[in-house]
């Protein structure tokens, strides 16, 4: 590795600030940087870049030898003391110029100096020219202009803010028909074709007395195929189920129950009776892999509530997972979650030293909650009161994978329900800020090559970023419900909801020219229910790009289309409903509320638009009055089928349809109608 050296100070404009001009033989003013073994880096350190950096260009010169060239900046970029990578650009082939936007909230300490890394990877002989660089402000995007209206009593969430009122190009998809298509094709046993059919039954009968049955992860995944008992993931199966269910796809009464057949993944033969990732498993691996399964599987138990053994499973694991919480507990009583896993079978937590997944109390949390909302046991309750505590005592942002926005939602309604007081507003925005302990991990902000591509889960500095579609369609699930629990987020998980609606198309083959897609060779599935198991910022110079990680990094499926993610389409079909007008939607906050009291309908309705808009809402058969939460009032009396409402701009409603003619009354923070509660305060 070189140090070009010094502490070079670049100012930024339109004219190059900064060069790699090292000394070569030759004497000429550029870097010439020729592969030996699989990397080369060259590096400038206590590099002092502009507070206001946004973009930095690039010039190539030449790229020989089958090269492909990274841009990587290192240091303090987000805690103090600790030095992370940002990879800017990665496996780019191109030459000329090349501008990399950079997201705001990658460096949030602008006075850490940093290491500029320049590299090439290849075969032996490989090569790559950079003949100049520059760092420059970020542009302003022309459709997010400077606001101007606030919504009285609104909290805002800091990454949101980052989004445009009005993405675009903007394509509604209808999200409850992809859902659809999608049980249908990936549950059709007769399917041909390239890789298909893409289910099959498992008559391993490892858990259970009836079989299980098997999707793979990825189409064309060899690994978790028909002939591989027991590989399938729970993950991929449950999900979709789930999302079938709800759709209103009832996937007990079909040609097989596969809601039934969903025991298959509670490890009872083992002896851990918990409900994992596969038949076949133990602790000890990855707190998320752990809980997740366990949170689908409750979801399920949740909307079939005439199966007595998944309501049976449901109270076996919630007390298994109450003991570790009591296995984990400090002096102070509270479990601390700040490890990789915890074995069931030595009762102990387990480090890898690799990296930690304290979010789990987050998810066990809303685990024990949902039991204590079910069975009304105490232990379940004062379980979650712990996961709780744990949440409350961390310094920074605990998002690993999946979890936290469930123990954010759990939050919110011990508040509104129990009168806690947890730090909702820390929570809600760690889960759309960047992760402490998952170095870029959050929810994207940007323009990607043209498209709006703001408001999905993943990476923020891998390549620019890396959104995936089972992690954004899961925090919409989990996330909308909480409207209707803490009406301050209204507005805020509105926009976000407009924007990640809107993004999410992107996962899917045919949104994005072929060139964009890295599977677009596999024409199995003409009708693109199948998404992308990620979309990337840039790959290969292209940008966005869909794509994933078996392809990129050749480790067995054939394609980067994900059943994994793609299952759970469904949270976003169940809660996504259009209006008359194309970019306010209505919300359904009860569709992945599980484990919730009586409640009436309740929508969510955001106008994106600087002026006050109609729309019609879509009401239902019975005639109701709308109560609106945030502004606490009734704003349509006895109406029917439709009813026109109106927003001012830039602002929500969580409007409930209440049986017409209710009697509303006030009980300290709760608002009922015909006792029903209506609103929390």
């Given at each position: 590795m ?22 070569l ?22 590099l ?70 320049l590299g090439?990877e290849g075969?032996?002989g ?31 969430i ?5 989004m ?7 394509e ?24 298909l ?5 498992d ?39 789930l ?13 097989h129950?596969?809601?039934?057949l969903?025991?298959?993944?509670f ?18 691996g990855s ?16 909307r ?30 509270a479990?601390d ?10 009762r102990k ?29 105490p ?9 709780m505590?744990?949440?409350q005592?961390?310094p ?33 925005n ?12 959050g ?41 209707r ?5 209204a ?16 996962f899917?083959p045919?949104?994005l020219?072929?060139?964009h ?17 990620g979309?990337?910022?840039?790959w290969?110079?292209?940008s ?15 394609t ?6 793609s299952?759970?389409v ?62 606490r ?26 049986p ?6 006030r ?15």
């Amino acid at each position: 590795m070189d140090d070009t050296g010094g502490d070079q100070r670049t100012a930024c404009g339109s004219a190059p600030s900064i060069r790699m001009e090292p000394s070569l033989p030759s004497g000429k003013p550029m870097r010439r940087f020729r592969r030996l073994l699989s990397v080369f880096i060259a590096a400038a350190s206590r590099l002092a870049v502009p507070k206001d950096v946004g973009r930095i260009w690039v010039r190539v010169a030449e790229v020989g030898g089958e090269a492909t060239w990274f841009v990587r900046l290192y240091g303090e970029l987000r805690q103090p003391g600790e030095r992370r990578t940002a990879a800017i650009a990665q496996d780019e082939p191109g030459v000329g110029e090349h501008v990399f936007d950079l997201d705001p909230r990658m460096r949030q300490l602008p006075d850490a100096p940093l290491q500029l890394q320049l590299g090439v990877e290849g075969p032996p002989g490989a090569f790559a020219v950079f003949e100049d660089l520059a760092f420059g402000p970020a542009v302003p995007r022309p459709n997010r202009q400077p606001r101007t209206v606030f919504q009285p009593g609104q909290k805002d969430i800091a990454a949101v803010e980052l989004m445009p009122n009005l993405p675009e190009p903007f394509e509604l998809v209808d999200w409850r028909e992809k859902a659809r298509a999608y049980d249908r094709f990936v549950f059709d046993f007769n399917a041909k074709g390239e890789f298909l059919p893409l289910v099959w039954l498992d008559e391993s009968r490892i858990n259970a007395g009836q079989p299980a049955f098997g999707m793979p992860s990825y189409v064309g995944d060899p690994a978790r195929s028909a002939g591989h008992a027991g590989a399938q993931e729970g993950i991929t199966c449950m999900g979709a189920v789930l999302g079938a269910t709800l759709v209103g796809i009832d996937k007990s009464r079909q040609e097989h129950d596969y809601v039934r057949l969903c025991e298959a993944w509670f490890n009872s033969k083992n002896g851990l009776n918990l409900v994992l990732n596969l038949q076949r498993q133990e602790t000890g691996g990855s707190f998320w892999y752990e809980i997740w399964p366990h949170i689908v599987f409750y979801a399920l138990a949740d909307r079939y509530p005439d199966n007595p053994r998944l309501t049976e499973i449901t109270r076996l694991t919630a007390d298994r997972w109450r003991q570790a919480c009591l296995d984990l507990a400090d002096a102070g009583g509270a479990p601390d979650f700040n490890h990789t896993s915890f074995n069931f079978r030595t009762r102990k937590p387990v480090d890898n030293g690799k990296w930690k997944e304290p979010d789990a109390a987050a998810g066990v949390a809303w685990l024990e909650y949902a039991a204590w909302m079910k069975f009304r046991d105490p232990n379940h309750l004062a379980a979650a009161e712990g996961c709780m505590k744990f949440l409350q005592g961390l310094p920074s942002n605990p998002y690993y994978e999946v979890l936290l926005p469930y123990g954010t939602l759990a939050a919110a309604r011990m508040n509104a329900e129990l009168g806690r007081d947890y730090d909702t507003d820390r929570f809600v925005n760690w889960c759309f800020g960047v992760s402490d302990c998952r170095g870029g991990w959050g929810v994207t902000v940007g323009n990607w090559g043209g498209y709006d591509c703001d408001g999905l889960l993943g990476s923020i500095d891998n390549r620019g970023g890396y959104a995936f579609a089972m992690n954004t369609f899961a925090q919409a699930g989990s996330l909308v419900p909480l409207a209707r629990y803490d009406t301050r987020y209204a507005r805020a998980l509105g926009k976000w909801m407009l924007n990640l609606v809107n993004a999410a198309r992107l996962f899917y083959p045919g949104a994005l020219p072929p060139d964009h897609q890295t599977s677009q060779f596999w024409k199995g599935d003409p009708q693109h229910v199948i998404a992308y198991e990620g979309l990337r910022r840039q790959w290969r110079g292209k940008s966005p790009c869909a794509t994933g990680d078996p392809v990129a990094m050749n480790w067995g499926p054939k394609t980067d289309l994900g059943l994994y993610g793609s299952g759970y389409v469904g949270l976003l079909g169940a809660i996504v409903r259009p209006t008359s007008v194309p970019r306010i939607l209505q919300l359904d906050c009860l569709a992945t509320d599980f484990f919730r009291d009586k409640a009436y309908p309740t929508f969510l309705c955001y106008n994106p638009y600087p002026e006050a808009r109609s729309f019609e809402f879509a009401v239902g058969p019975k005639s109701a009055d709308l109560y609106d939460a945030v502004t606490r009032q009734f704003v349509k009396r006895d109406v029917r089928a439709k009813a026109t409402l109106t927003l001012p701009a830039d602002s929500a409603a969580v409007i409930v349809v209440a049986p017409a003619g209710g009697k509303l009354t006030r009980e300290g923070r709760r608002t009922l109608i015909d006792g029903v509660v209506a609103e929390w305060r």
